[in-house]
């Protein structure tokens, strides 16, 4: 207990000093402030300007958290493994994760071995934020009460939890509590619930100058994330920096976005970079090897300590990490320890983040390709210069392809080894179509443009899964034989309401309904409304409400073959009825329960509320909400709108990911866009700009993006320097 006091107190005495930066510090602090401008909209969105680059990230950082630094502060304190010492010993398996791939020692050499132009950039991340927390005394951070040069080496590739979020804590937890594979029950539960959880990913379309109004080209930015996920920013400086779009919480470069001459959507890529390794042990006294061929080699090994919060005390616990040269062991699979090998290169990937966002043309955007760490993502491409292009992944390790790599391999066969990189050329890459456009929604890529898409038999197996989704089918469809596109048309295409998904579920129903002698009375009227209905979204279809929970139970319900996409399974729902009727009138009973009827029109119960900033949302059916006539992705929505539905208490579906920060841009003389959020730009519930934007984005009315300084300055509704607002 004395440890632990004493703990507590050394704790406390830290974060007093960082509470009172010194003298020069502060002075260097607030000379850097003086070269950065900051102008907010009259959307609240920060337009950003600085002498340097550094300068301009250092007004970045400050600006971010001004408008929500409780996610700045949370990615981080998840990203540097420390969320324990907030939520508790239930994350310590999350933080464990963090620190198997990288200590705080191995993130502070990397900063260190960085180049000097990547440091500043360091640096004036760090710097931006804690001047920002010297300025505001009355924010008090959950932990971190000042910000290191090194923690974006954590944070480094874009995409929050990005490849490290694929690695189980499940199976990391049962290794360290049992030695032993997570349980198959609890296996086939995580696989239920995976299969339950709204699809993630997005959309990014580009269309070629030849098919639009002003013959220039246009690019579709449509991430779906979570809600509040990421600000819209616009950051400028003298050095060439002149990036607009979206910036995950706490990054120094915008991750989404555009520049006068290029733009770039990531979409998640389900290309396989990351694969297991079964490790043959072997203990020798207290020693352990692993076999490699025909030599024994020694397992590396460490201790990890990390805190928790018990109660109002901190307290720790401490593991042992191993690692071989595959990576570090993570859970165990077959009876054998198994390491996790992913890319892990955080200099390369922070550089390539922030270089992506200057570059002028094509030419300059491939060789920044090549610096291939970009590696949960493929990236859809658009310029002024007229180019359209798609890169599917940018890291791919080269595999010999008589191992199956989908499942955990033998990682005492050196055969199995990695053996390098693809080259870009190499990867999947589409570049200038015939048919004049591109679209990936996390789909195959070799139906991204039609028959000028790439051909499956070219390529390694794993370099892509061949599986189709019902938004890629949807965007198929609409992009076909289409001409004469402008800003405001792509974005009504990127709403389209038809949902593909229920026309392959829906007939399924009502012919099992109609094949019955012995018809149940109380689902005539609702087989009719869906027998009647054009598979459309909307706020006033009860027959939208009724499919939604339909395939939703369907889905979590009804048997189905294993190893099946979400879409197949909802094609075999659609064919093989047998548990249809009786999943449709719970659903009718569980409607006229929830809501006293059945007829409720898809808006009364598919809703938006944002009560509070918190970053975990709680909902309320008696407090204000709006509705929404959007759907969910797994429909084959476009404008994906998906819903949490396990809020105690709460009987209506509020939307908590999909449509976050979306953009259309227009390349020509002068580059075009418009955009929207969900809900707003700040998270504070005080704020005009908290939810200000969410009245536009169910009505489709996107706002102007102001991206050249008189534009910016034309709705200007205020200017300062950092610590001057």
Known sequence: ??????????????????????????????????????????????????????????????????????????????????????????????????????????????????????????????????????????????????????????????????????????????????????????????????????????????????????????????????????????????????????????????????????????????????????????????????????????????????????????????????????????????????????????????????????????????????IRTNSSNNTVYADAEGNIAYFHGNYVPKRDVQFDYTEPVDGSDPKTDWQGLHSVDENILVLNPKNGWIQNCNSTPYTSALEFSPKKGDYPIYMSRDQENFRGVHAIELLSDRKGYTIDSLIQLAHDPYLPAFKALIPGLVKAYYAQDDKNPKLKEPIKILEEWDYTAGEDQVAMTLAHFYGTAMGSSAKHPDNISDMERIIYFGTHTEEALKIFEEVIDQLTTDFVTWKMPWGEVNRYQRITGDIKQYFDDTKPSIPIGFASGRWGALAAYGARYTTEGAKKIYGTRGNSFVAVVEFGDTVKAKSILAGGQSGDPASPHFDDQIIRYKNVNWKEVPFYREDVLKRAEETYTPGKR
């Open 1 to 370: 207990m004395n440890r632990i006091v004493y703990l507590l107190a050394f704790v406390l005495v830290l974060s007093c000093k960082t509470d009172k930066p010194e003298k020069d510090e502060i002075e260097k602090w607030e000379a850097q402030a003086a070269n950065v401008e900051i102008i907010r909209d009259d959307f609240g969105v920060p337009h950003i300007y600085g002498k340097t680059d550094a300068d301009a990230v250092f007004g970045l950082l400050y600006a971010q958290c001004e408008d929500d630094f409780n996610r700045v502060e949370q990615n981080y304190i998840w990203a540097t493994g420390r969320l324990a010492e907030v939520d508790g010993e239930e994350a310590i398996y999350s933080d464990l994760r963090a620190k198997l791939f990288m200590t705080e020692e191995e993130a502070k050499a990397n900063y260190e071995n960085s180049p000097a132009w990547l440091k500043e950039l360091c640096d004036a991340f760090a710097d931006g934020i804690n001047y920002y927390l010297y300025t505001h005394p009355k924010v008090k951070p959950k932990l971190l009460t000042h910000f290191k040069p090194w923690m974006p080496m954590y944070f480094s590739e874009g995409s929050i939890g990005g490849d490290i979020e694929r690695i189980s804590t499940k199976k990391i937890a049962a290794f360290y509590e049992s030695d032993m594979a997570l349980p198959e029950m609890e296996a086939i539960q995580l696989k239920k619930e995976k299969e339950a959880e709204e699809p993630q990913g997005s959309n990014g379309i580009a269309i070629s100058g030849k098919l639009t109004q002003s013959g220039n080209p246009l690019l579709l930015i449509n991430p779906h994330t979570s809600f509040y996920f990421r600000g819209e920013v616009h950051v400028v400086s003298e050095e060439g920096l002149n990036a607009y779009g979206a910036v995950t919480w706490g990054q120094f470069f915008v991750y989404q976005g555009f520049n006068e001459k290029t733009g770039w959507m990531h979409t998640s890529t389900y290309t396989d970079v990351m694969d297991e390794f079964k490790e043959t042990i072997v203990r020798n006294d207290d020693n352990l090897f692993y076999q490699y061929g025909e030599e024994l080699r020694p397992v590396a090994s460490s201790e990890i300590v990390l805190k928790y919060l018990d109660g109002k005390k901190l307290k720790e616990k401490k593991y042992p990490a191993y690692r071989t040269h595959h990576g570090p062991i993570t859970h165990v699979a077959d009876g054998q320890w198994t390491a996790s090998a992913m890319m892990w290169e955080p200099v390369n990937a922070l550089a390539q983040s922030f270089i992506r966002t200057k570059q002028n043309g094509y030419k300059g955007f491939r060789e920044m390709m090549d």
